[in-house]
């Protein structure tokens, strides 16, 4: 059964702590990417994956940072220089980049308080 | 700066009716433009993508494209209260450019 995990669905943590998302997916997708989602704002883009070893910043990388050291895998650490990190956080993928639709997981929402 | 325009309403519609929901982007050679559906809670759903001139029918939904006005729509006809969500449009780039949504509002 192909698609995109994201584990956990809540996560709460108390600020000044490091946290990592975790995002798997088995659709053999080459691209990857983590948005953040908050209410009114739309979808913003954390960083994007093109390829294994390599990821690229998005609009709001402050605060966050990224590995894919793996196809089907690309967590997100959000780390203690996030100002804001409440939010839902969103992770996708699909086939390339460029013209290509995404795919999303479920999400997990992080609650930092 | 690629940017992607929706209204964001409310848009409210009685059951049975015609929903539109429209967006407009800024580059004027994207050739890429997807819909998603998604309820309060939970990640977009793809529903629709269309990349020429026109319009793409799929059971209830059907995506216009207009490019010569940067214009692209969905329509959902015999609207059901399930169809209440938020509709994002996204537009190709390096990533998926995504607008901020419409919410739309189905009554029984």
């Known amino acids: 059964d192909g698609g995109i995990t994201q584990s956990p669905k809540y996560l709460f943590r108390k600020e000044g702590q490091n946290v990592t998302l975790s995002c798997e997916q088995n659709l053999n997708h080459d691209a990857m990417y983590w948005y953040r989602q908050d209410p009114g704002q739309g979808l913003r883009l954390i960083y994007y994956?093109?390829?294994?070893?390599?990821?690229q910043k998005g609009d709001i990388a402050e605060g966050y940072s990224v590995s894919r050291e793996k196809k089907e895998s690309f967590p997100l650490t959000v780390t203690s220089a996030q100002k804001n990190p409440t939010a839902f956080y969103l992770c996708?993928?699909?086939?390339?980049?460029?013209?290509?639709?995404?795919?999303f997981g479920p999400g997990t929402r992080l609650t930092v308080t | 700066q690629k940017e992607v325009e929706q209204n964001s309403g409310p848009l409210s519609v009685p059951e049975g009716a015609i929903a539109s929901l429209n967006c407009t982007y800024s580059d004027r050679v994207s050739q890429s433009f997807f819909w998603y559906r998604q309820y309060s809670g939970k990640s977009p759903e793809l529903i629709m993508s269309?990349?020429?001139?026109g319009d793409k029918e799929d059971g209830r939904f059907t995506a216009q494209l207009n490019k010569a006005s940067q214009y692209v729509s969905l329509l959902i006809r015999d609207s059901q209260p399930s169809d209440s969500a938020t509709y994002l449009c996204?537009?190709?780039?390096?990533?998926?450019?995504f607008g901020k949504g419409t919410t739309l509002s189905v009554s029984s």
């Open positions: 994956s093109q390829i294994v070893n390599d990821f």
């Open positions: 996204a537009v190709d780039g390096t990533a998926l450019i």
């Open positions: 996708a993928s699909s086939p390339g980049t460029s013209y290509y639709e995404q795919y």
């Open positions: 269309i990349y020429s001139n």
